[in-house]
């Protein structure tokens, strides 16, 4: 069984497992949809799951347009999505 931790989705605590991929985790949080596109609104998640498509875009830790699948979870991380 491995150790959960603590992250915050914009501004929500959740426990989830500790190295699992920040993308996988939100995805299981219920949190298909990550940002819209600035153009068109159109609603974007995980597409290719492997840091190539660019549609998983989050905020982590202040940092803008980091991609949430190629992210492990980290104690206390801050994950701010664009729905
Ligand atoms: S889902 Fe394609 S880069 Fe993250």
């Known amino acids: 069984m491995s150790a959960h931790v603590t992250i915050?989705?914009?501004g929500e605590a959740?426990?989830?497992p500790e190295g699992l991929l920040l993308g996988h985790?939100?995805?299981a949080l219920g949190n298909a949809r990550l940002r819209r596109t600035p153009r068109?609104?159109?609603p974007r998640g995980?597409?290719?799951g492997m840091g190539v498509c660019f549609d998983c875009l989050v905020e982590i830790d202040g940092r803008a347009a980091a991609r949430a699948c190629v992210e492990p979870v980290r104690a206390g991380m801050r994950v701010r999505t664009g729905r």
């Open 40 to 42: 068109s609104g159109a």
């Open 14 to 16: 959740h426990e989830v």
């Open 46 to 48: 995980l597409f290719c």
């Open 8 to 10: 915050f989705v914009d």
């Open 25 to 27: 985790a939100l995805h």
